[in-house]
């Protein structure tokens, strides 16, 4: 079974500066997707980036990358001139390319990582 | 375009009583998945649907929690009787099509269910 290991309960960057992430995850499948969501206090889980694990360029969406090992099994998040709005509960999340019977399209979450951005 | 509806936002109540949540998903999509959050983790998908059938409900405790989806739309997810331990957030999601695996799962706000 796949499994999702996020090692930093909480995190904490300054305005403006740049923050990193960690995510490692467990498979013996060589295709899937990896996933960063973000939830704030409104607990709304709203998707910040995606990663397909056959492309080898990590993805990019503004101000959030990622840093995409795929030997390693390390898909870390990247947060560039941190806001006030970028505090929140982030997820990273597993998804089978494929699937199995009904595990196609299920999400396999993280413990999350707290964030906190101070002014 | 409207997202995913969910409804109570809270909800109370003592153990052993009944509890229900309703979440309507974003029209047009065919694929629906109920989520358990318990304080301190990550969303555990309890049910998934495929229109109005079920494709996945493997870790959905069968002998308390049930969940339909009747004409393939809303959802409703119940909890009879409920237990200490269930207290948690209960999210709703939809997507488009449950075998194009990369389309986007989204999300409603959660009912955060309190059971004392």
């Known amino acids: 079974a796949q499994t999702v290991t996020q090692s930093q309960p909480e995190m904490s960057v300054q305005e403006a500066e740049t923050v990193t992430l960690s995510c490692t995850y467990d498979t013996s499948e060589s295709d899937y997707y990896l996933f960063w969501y973000k939830q704030p206090p409104s607990r709304q889980m709203i998707l910040v980036i995606r990663q397909e694990a056959y492309k080898q360029q990590n993805a990019t969406e503004n101000r959030f990358s990622v840093n995409f090992q795929k030997a390693a099994k390390s898909f870390s998040l990247k947060i560039s001139d941190s806001q006030l709005g970028d505090a929140a509960m982030y997820f990273c999340?597993?998804?089978?390319?494929f699937g199995y019977g009904g595990s196609q399209g299920n999400l396999i979450f993280g413990k999350g990582t707290k964030l906190s951005v101070k002014p | 375009e409207a997202g995913v509806a969910q409804s109570p936002r809270y909800k109370i109540i003592e153990k052993r009583q009944s509890v229900a949540f309703w979440c309507n998903p974003i029209?047009?999509?065919?694929?629906l998945y109920w989520y358990q959050q318990i304080l301190g983790q990550g969303p555990k998908l309890l049910i998934q649907f495929q229109n109005n059938g079920v494709v996945d409900d493997s870790q959905l405790p069968k002998d308390r929690f049930s969940a339909e989806r009747l004409k393939g739309v809303d959802s409703t997810l119940k909890i009879q009787p409920a237990k200490l331990e269930d207290s948690a957030v209960y999210l709703c999601a939809s997507s488009l099509r449950r075998d194009l695996t990369h389309h986007e799962q989204f999300f409603g706000p959660g009912t955060r269910l309190t059971v004392l």
């Open positions: 999340a597993y998804r089978s390319a």
């Open positions: 029209s047009g999509h065919a694929t």
